[in-house]
């Protein structure tokens, strides 16, 4: 019987594998940890002081501006994590410059 060749993709969820450094490490933690204190600050303990409509924030109420003020806070996270790495992982390789002409 023929049996497939194994695949190289990883089947299962790695956040820190033994290739990184210490400081990527120390990065993906931080962003975790982001991660989950936006969570809580949007969950139970915290949210509902900031559940009510007023004050309103540019029109907005209270509670939608702490609902897009965490979800800014988690994408800059990943643009810092993103710029952070500087091409470790290959970055730029199989692309093509653009030529000027």
Do not use: Q
Not at 27 to 38: E, F, P, Q
Not at 39 to 65: E, H, M, Q, R, T
Request: charge should be positive.
């Amino acid at each position: 019987m023929n049996h497939p060749a194994p695949s190289p993709v990883s089947r299962r969820l790695v956040l820190f594998p033994a290739r990184d450094s210490s400081a990527t490490r120390r990065r993906k933690g931080l962003l975790v940890g982001l991660v989950l204190l936006a969570a809580l600050c949007l969950g139970w303990p915290v949210y509902p002081w900031f559940g009510g409509i007023y004050p309103l924030i540019l029109g907005l109420p209270l509670s939608f501006v702490w609902a897009i003020f965490w979800l800014l806070v988690v994408f800059l996270g990943l643009v810092w994590l993103y710029c952070s790495e500087g091409g470790s992982e290959g970055g730029s390789e199989g692309r093509e410059e653009p030529r000027g002409e």
